[in-house]
């Protein structure tokens, strides 16, 4: 069957504003050149005598496992989560926990490009898009939500740019089966420098991280940093998004690819 592939992942960079500043990637390039002299000496060999002087390219590679696209495991959100399913909850799962099954569904996806940087979405936001793209969600389906901030990947204002989704319109998604998000925002809530000002004015920190929190209710995962949002229909494909095993972590760097049909 025909089909066709997107990459909806942001590549990995250093030297652009795809984080703030204290946690910016770091990326070393060794090339085939400068990596000739250390084999050459472990063979005891000049390294004339390699093809065209040259050896291996390799980088070196200081991230955090938030770096890039990526997916959050429950565990970042709160060190317990599904209060709103089990007495007491249960401890929240880690990266290499998080169910396969929730990395390779049905996408649909959200466009909230027109809301303005900062805005907080609600449930009713969520309802009139899916309204407006005549989708009844399905549980497990995988809802990406395209903002603004995708087309600010790397620019100085990218971490300030796009909306965010609220707890209330999060858990009305996970209420309904959904079990992974994504968006093309630095975050999946509203950026730090609006929230921080709605703090300011209300004293209310209940708004941090709101979004995220809502994990603690429902256990849920997030993809962050996604990108080519605008290239994706409504629905009609799937998305494969499986984060990478890092051992117990918070989150896994992820290649995120949709598959639209021919």
């Known amino acids: 069957m025909a089909r066709r592939l997107i990459d909806i992942s942001s590549p ?3 030297g652009i504003a795809s984080d703030p500043p204290r ?4 990326i070393e390039y060794i090339d085939h050149h400068q990596s000739a002299p250390g084999i050459a000496e472990f063979f005891g060999i000049g390294v004339d005598q390699l093809p065209d ?20 495991a429950p565990y970042h959100f709160f060190s317990t989560m599904n209060h ?22 049905q996408g649909v996806k959200l466009d909230f490009r027109h809301f303005a940087d900062g805005y907080v979405a609600t449930p009713g936001d969520v309802e009139a898009e899916l309204k407006r793209i005549g989708h009844t969600l399905a549980p497990l389906e995988i809802v990406v939500v395209n903002t603004r901030a995708g087309s600010r ?13 609220g707890k209330a319109a999060t858990l009305w998604l996970l209420e309904r089966g959904i079990r992974l998000v994504g968006t093309d925002g630095w975050s999946w809530d ?3 420098s609006h929230t921080k000002r ?24 997030h993809m962050e940093k996604l990108n ?5 229909p409504a629905d009609g494909f799937e998305i494969a998004a499986f984060p990478v095993k890092v051992h117990r972590a918070s989150a896994g760097w992820t290649r995120a690819v949709a598959i639209i049909p021919g």
């Not at 080519?228 to 994706?232: D, I, K, M, S, V």
């Open 228 to 232: 080519n949002l605008e290239a994706l």
């Open 53 to 72: 002087g040259e050896y291996a390219a390799v980088e070196r590679v200081t991230i955090s496992t938030h770096n890039g696209t990526h997916m959050d």
């Open 84 to 105: 709103a399913i089990k007495p007491g909850g249960e401890p929240s799962w880690r990266i290499d926990e998080v169910p396969l099954e929730w990395c390779f569904q």
């Open 23 to 26: 946690m910016l990637p770091q």
């Open 153 to 165: 990947y790397g620019q100085d204002d990218y971490v300030d740019s796009g909306c965010g989704v």
């Open 190 to 192: 509203a950026p730090f």
């Open 12 to 14: 990995l960079m250093a």
């Open 198 to 221: 709605r703090v300011e004015a209300t004293g209310d920190a209940g708004l941090i991280w709101e979004g995220h929190r809502a994990g603690r209710e429902i256990g849920y995962s």
